[in-house]
């Protein structure tokens, strides 16, 4: 193991926004291609979410250089059916692709109840709870999942043959959506990266080396693979997502994802969003009073040990966002001083 790196930069939401966005405008991104991928990043960010957030704008630049991701381009966009639209990402940003597909289909989810949106060719789109928690605030309950490359390994199994594909879930809710965000793997990837950027060990359980043996080395980690979450809960939820968003739109399953981490292969993984329009439901009307409810209920429940209380999912990132907001983001040095060369280099 490395010595842990010197950690504390503190910056604000806005100068990491600004900083992303100026990068990739250099790069030749859009105005609102910056927009979008800047605010995916950060918000992962603020939420302690580091694996989701700057630390992957190299990647990010490398990509867009070699014209693995292009910049400036037109999605295609098909209603292959009532309600369902098909999009061709055109190997753009995964954030801008996404956003632009799920407000276009907007309009539809108010007229038609549901709609899926199934993108394929189209980067890796960050942290999935960010669209759930806009489309919830908006009046919509949504579902999103999407693959990784195959860096889980099969219960029972060492070779790594599942993506870390994640699931999450946003339903309206006050004063703040109900958001649920979880990869189907132990951990995800970018927390092993991340591990290694602090010069930390990782969590027992986490993952696997080369030969099959639990390891808390984030190197042996990368060598290795990630173990799926609960076991064989998280192995079989692994595989449908997989197929599910995968399959439908068109794009690749398993060994033959790449392009969400490496900096070598166009992004051959797929999305799959689904969006209901609660007003179309017998229960819509109170859905969000009555989820509000619950949550609360939830909360004020007895904990099992003194001192310590419930929370829901989505509890607590909201509130270290709301702490962040406030005094700022804490990242590695390398990792702010990394996107300063970039820009500086651009």
């Given at each position: 193991?490395?010595?842990?790196l010197?950690?504390?930069?503190v910056?604000?939401a806005?100068?990491?926004r ?5 990068v990739l405008s250099?790069l ?9 991928q800047?605010?995916?990043?950060t918000?992962?960010?603020l939420?302690?979410?580091h694996s989701?957030?700057?630390q992957?704008l ?8 070699k ?6 381009v037109?999605?295609d966009y ?6 369902v639209?098909s999009?061709d990402g ?5 954030p ?11 309009s539809a ?6 709609v ?7 980067s890796h789109i ?8 806009k ?8 579902i999103?999942m999407?693959?990784?490359e ?8 060492k ?5 870390t594909?994640?699931i999450a ?5 006050h004063?703040a959506?109900?958001?649920f ?12 990266y991340a591990a ?8 027992q359980?986490w ?5 099959g043996?639990p ?5 042996e980690?990368l060598?290795?693979s990630l173990?799926p979450?609960?076991g064989?809960k998280g192995?079989g ?9 995968g ?5 690749e ?7 969400t981490?490496?900096t ?13 329009n609660?007003?179309?439901f ?9 989820a ?6 939830l ?12 929370i829901?999912p989505?509890?607590?990132s909201?509130q270290v966002r709301?702490e962040?907001?406030?005094t700022g983001i804490?990242?590695p040095?390398?990792?702010w001083l ?5 820009k500086?280099?651009l």
């Amino acid at each position: 193991m490395t010595s842990p790196l010197e950690v504390s930069t503190v910056v604000s939401a806005e100068d990491e926004r600004a900083l992303i966005a100026q990068v990739l405008s250099r790069l030749g991104a859009s105005q609102r291609e910056c927009a979008v991928q800047a605010d995916v990043l950060t918000e992962a960010d603020l939420r302690g979410h580091h694996s989701h957030g700057l630390q992957r704008l190299p990647v990010l630049a490398t990509r867009i250089k070699k014209r693995l991701i292009r910049v400036d381009v037109s999605p295609d966009y098909v209603w292959t059916a009532d309600s369902v639209l098909s999009v061709d990402g055109k190997d753009g940003l995964g954030p801008f692709v996404a956003e632009s597909s799920l407000e276009r289909a907007k309009s539809a989810v108010e007229q038609r109840g549901i709609v899926a949106v199934a993108i394929r060719n189209s980067s890796h789109i960050g942290m999935i709870g960010y669209y759930c928690e806009k489309r919830a605030r908006e009046g919509f309950v949504c579902i999103a999942m999407t693959e990784s490359e195959a860096l889980v390994h099969p219960h029972g199994g060492k070779k790594a043959l599942v993506g870390t594909n994640p699931i999450a879930i946003g339903i309206p809710s006050h004063p703040a959506p109900f958001v649920f965000d979880m990869a189907t793997s132990t951990s995800a990837m970018g927390k092993i990266y991340a591990a290694r950027h602090r010069g930390e060990p990782i969590p027992q359980g986490w993952a696997i080396d080369a030969e099959g043996n639990p390891t808390t080395d984030p190197n042996e980690a990368l060598k290795g693979s990630l173990t799926p979450a609960a076991g064989p809960k998280g192995y079989g939820l692994g595989i449908s997502i997989g197929m599910l968003a995968g399959l439908l739109p068109g794009a690749e399953i398993g060994r033959l994802v790449f392009g969400t981490l490496d900096t070598e292969h166009r992004c051959t993984k797929g999305d799959l969003f689904l969006l209901l329009n609660p007003g179309a439901f017998a229960g819509g009307p109170t859905l969000a009073n009555r989820a509000a409810a619950y949550l609360e209920e939830l909360r004020q429940s007895p904990p099992q040990k003194a001192g310590k209380s419930v929370i829901v999912p989505g509890d607590r990132s909201r509130q270290v966002r709301e702490e962040r907001v406030r005094t700022g983001i804490p990242l590695p040095k390398e990792v702010w001083l990394a996107a300063e060369r970039l820009k500086n280099e651009l």
